[in-house]
Protein backbone atom coordinates (compact mmCIF):
# COMPACT_ATOMS: atom_id res chain seq x y z
CA UNK A 1 0.00 0.00 0.00
CA UNK A 2 1.06 3.34 -0.87
CA UNK A 3 -0.07 6.40 0.93
CA UNK A 4 -0.86 9.47 -1.83
CA UNK A 5 0.27 13.10 -1.36
CA UNK A 6 -2.89 13.74 -0.44
CA UNK A 7 -3.09 11.50 2.26
CA UNK A 8 0.72 12.82 3.28
CA UNK A 9 -0.09 16.20 2.60
CA UNK A 10 -3.18 15.95 4.55
CA UNK A 11 -1.23 14.38 7.70
CA UNK A 12 1.50 17.62 7.46
CA UNK A 13 -1.37 20.32 7.23
CA UNK A 14 -3.24 17.95 10.28
CA UNK A 15 0.08 18.40 12.29
CA UNK A 16 0.25 21.86 11.46
CA UNK A 17 -3.13 23.07 12.44
CA UNK A 18 -2.49 20.54 15.66
CA UNK A 19 0.74 22.70 16.61
CA UNK A 20 -1.40 25.70 16.80
CA UNK A 21 -4.38 24.34 18.46
CA UNK A 22 -5.82 26.95 20.74
CA UNK A 23 -3.63 29.62 18.45
CA UNK A 24 -7.02 30.73 17.47
CA UNK A 25 -7.52 30.00 13.63
CA UNK A 26 -4.67 29.69 10.74
CA UNK A 27 -4.22 31.44 7.39
CA UNK A 28 -4.22 28.78 4.85
CA UNK A 29 -1.38 30.77 2.42
CA UNK A 30 1.01 30.47 6.14
CA UNK A 31 0.37 26.55 6.79
CA UNK A 32 1.03 25.80 2.84
CA UNK A 33 4.03 28.04 3.60
CA UNK A 34 5.18 26.11 6.70
CA UNK A 35 4.80 22.73 5.23
CA UNK A 36 5.35 23.42 1.52
CA UNK A 37 2.52 22.00 0.12
CA UNK A 38 0.89 24.42 -2.83
CA UNK A 39 -1.63 26.50 -1.52
CA UNK A 40 -4.10 25.33 -4.18
CA UNK A 41 -4.11 21.00 -3.55
CA UNK A 42 -4.58 22.51 0.20
CA UNK A 43 -7.31 24.00 -0.25
CA UNK A 44 -8.61 20.84 -1.92
CA UNK A 45 -7.44 18.69 1.52
CA UNK A 46 -8.76 20.91 3.65
CA UNK A 47 -11.80 21.24 1.99
CA UNK A 48 -12.44 17.36 2.40
CA UNK A 49 -11.11 17.68 6.04
CA UNK A 50 -14.04 20.17 6.88
CA UNK A 51 -16.18 17.75 5.35
CA UNK A 52 -15.60 14.89 7.93
CA UNK A 53 -15.64 17.02 10.42
CA UNK A 54 -11.64 17.46 11.88
CA UNK A 55 -11.13 20.96 10.65
CA UNK A 56 -13.59 24.22 10.98
CA UNK A 57 -13.02 27.02 9.27
CA UNK A 58 -13.49 30.99 10.70
CA UNK A 59 -14.29 34.03 8.49
CA UNK A 60 -12.71 37.81 8.24
CA UNK A 61 -9.85 39.32 8.46
CA UNK A 62 -8.62 37.05 11.38
CA UNK A 63 -9.79 34.31 9.87
CA UNK A 64 -8.55 30.47 8.70
CA UNK A 65 -8.72 27.08 9.74
CA UNK A 66 -8.27 25.24 12.94
CA UNK A 67 -9.10 21.74 14.23
CA UNK A 68 -13.00 21.28 15.29
CA UNK A 69 -11.70 18.39 17.57
CA UNK A 70 -8.89 17.99 20.10
CA UNK A 71 -5.47 16.46 18.25
CA UNK A 72 -5.47 13.79 21.09
CA UNK A 73 -8.97 13.04 19.49
CA UNK A 74 -7.34 12.68 16.12
CA UNK A 75 -5.65 10.03 14.72
CA UNK A 76 -3.54 9.63 11.54
CA UNK A 77 -5.64 6.79 11.02
CA UNK A 78 -8.39 8.88 10.90
CA UNK A 79 -7.18 11.27 8.63
CA UNK A 80 -5.62 8.70 6.43
CA UNK A 81 -9.01 6.87 5.77
CA UNK A 82 -10.87 10.11 5.14
CA UNK A 83 -8.45 11.38 2.39
CA UNK A 84 -7.31 8.32 0.94
CA UNK A 85 -10.10 5.62 1.61
CA UNK A 86 -9.62 2.15 3.28
CA UNK A 87 -6.49 0.99 4.76
CA UNK A 88 -6.06 -2.15 2.61
CA UNK A 89 -2.90 -3.02 0.83
CA UNK A 90 -5.13 -5.45 -1.78
CA UNK A 91 -8.80 -5.16 -2.78
CA UNK A 92 -10.14 -8.73 -1.29
CA UNK A 93 -9.47 -7.66 2.20
CA UNK A 94 -11.41 -4.76 2.02
CA UNK A 95 -14.42 -6.84 3.53
CA UNK A 96 -13.87 -9.42 6.55
CA UNK A 97 -11.43 -11.95 6.37
CA UNK A 98 -13.78 -14.88 7.62
CA UNK A 99 -16.29 -14.41 5.19
CA UNK A 100 -16.12 -16.38 2.06
CA UNK A 101 -18.02 -14.04 -0.04
CA UNK A 102 -16.08 -11.43 -1.20
CA UNK A 103 -17.19 -8.91 -4.14
CA UNK A 104 -13.67 -8.35 -5.34
CA UNK A 105 -12.29 -11.76 -5.71
CA UNK A 106 -14.62 -15.03 -6.43
CA UNK A 107 -11.02 -16.87 -4.95
CA UNK A 108 -11.72 -15.49 -1.32
CA UNK A 109 -12.98 -18.30 0.18
CA UNK A 110 -10.12 -20.75 -0.31
CA UNK A 111 -7.09 -17.90 -1.09
CA UNK A 112 -4.19 -18.81 1.09
CA UNK A 113 -2.45 -15.33 0.95
CA UNK A 114 -5.80 -13.45 1.91
CA UNK A 115 -4.85 -14.14 5.41
CA UNK A 116 -1.70 -12.69 4.87
CA UNK A 117 -2.91 -9.36 3.27
CA UNK A 118 -5.71 -9.26 5.96
CA UNK A 119 -2.28 -9.39 8.87
CA UNK A 120 -0.91 -6.25 7.22
CA UNK A 121 -3.68 -4.35 6.78
CA UNK A 122 -4.34 -5.05 10.35
CA UNK A 123 -0.76 -4.37 11.57
CA UNK A 124 -0.66 -0.99 9.54
CA UNK A 125 -4.06 -0.12 10.90
CA UNK A 126 -3.11 -0.64 14.87
CA UNK A 127 -0.11 1.49 13.50
CA UNK A 128 -1.80 4.36 12.15
CA UNK A 129 -4.06 4.38 14.38
CA UNK A 130 -2.30 4.42 17.58
CA UNK A 131 -0.49 7.46 16.72
CA UNK A 132 -2.96 11.04 17.28
CA UNK A 133 -1.78 14.46 16.31
CA UNK A 134 -1.12 15.41 20.01
CA UNK A 135 1.40 12.23 19.41
CA UNK A 136 3.19 13.82 16.75
CA UNK A 137 3.04 17.31 18.35
CA UNK A 138 4.80 15.96 21.83
CA UNK A 139 7.40 14.11 19.56
CA UNK A 140 8.05 17.60 17.89
CA UNK A 141 8.61 19.42 21.04
CA UNK A 142 10.80 16.80 22.23
CA UNK A 143 12.81 16.59 19.47
CA UNK A 144 13.37 20.57 19.83
CA UNK A 145 14.20 20.10 23.54
CA UNK A 146 16.88 17.88 22.44
CA UNK A 147 18.62 20.04 19.69
CA UNK A 148 19.16 22.59 22.37
Not at 28 to 51: F, G, H, P, T
Not at 96 to 125: F, H, L, M
Request: glycine share 8%; proline share 3%.
Amino acid sequence: MKISTKGRYGVAAMYDLALHYGAGPQALKSVAERQDISESYLEQLISALRKGGYVKSVRGAQGGYALSKNPKDISVGDIIRLLEGPIAPVDCVLTDVSSSKNEYCSKAGRCVTRGVWAKVRDSITNVVDSITLADLCRDEKFEEMDKK
